[in-house]
């Protein structure tokens, strides 16, 4: 009698408890946070031969080109700024044969918002950000927000890098 490779891998999940290292072996696994049905990954696991892309910072397109360069005028509230900043991710990834659902790893940047007393808005952030990820797209990044001093323009409050991979 021969076992199938399915079947083998069945046996081993269950006398030796490795469903872990079999689902890491099919794909990218995305752990989510216990409990929460907050809109990233605790982690997230790569196999061998996972091709990973690291994509640098993008910041925000002018929404207002008669606006002072120079001015959040020129391009907008938080949330209008992260919308665009992800649609500009998007692209770059679609350029490259990706989609925002192979994003495994996202680094924010925010600028305190003169109308939020210097907070950053992670609300306005959050409210642009789950247009992407978490109801559309259900493949989740682990990621972390930061509130920093500043941007290279004082019109830009936000900043986004990602990593994205591929099996």
């Known amino acids: 009698m021969t076992l199938s490779r399915t079947a083998l891998a069945a046996v081993l999940v269950s006398a030796f408890g490795l469903l872990p290292a079999v689902a890491g072996a099919q794909g990218i696994v995305r752990h989510k946070i216990p409990n929460s049905d907050f809109p990233i990954a605790q ?3 790569l196999p061998a031969g ?8 993008q910041v925000p397109p002018a929404v207002d080109k008669a606006a002072d360069p120079n001015s959040l005028a020129a391009f907008g509230d938080t949330r209008t700024q992260t919308v665009g900043v992800l649609t500009k991710i998007q692209d770059v990834l679609k350029g490259m044969g990706l989609t925002m659902g192979d994003v495994v790893k996202m680094q924010v940047f925010l600028v305190g918002d003169p109308a939020k007393n210097g907070k950053a808005d992670v ?19 682990a990621r972390a927000v930061v509130q920093v001093a500043a941007l290279s323009n004082p019109g830009w409050l936000v900043e986004i890098e990602v990593v994205a991979a591929k099996k």
Not at 50 to 57: V, W
Not at 130 to 137: A, V, Y
């Open 43 to 45: 982690a997230v696991t």
């Open 123 to 141: 609300a306005g952030f959050m409210e642009g950000y789950t247009r992407f990820f978490g109801g559309p797209q259900p493949n989740l990044p």
């Open 50 to 57: 996972t091709t990973i892309h690291f994509i640098s910072g």
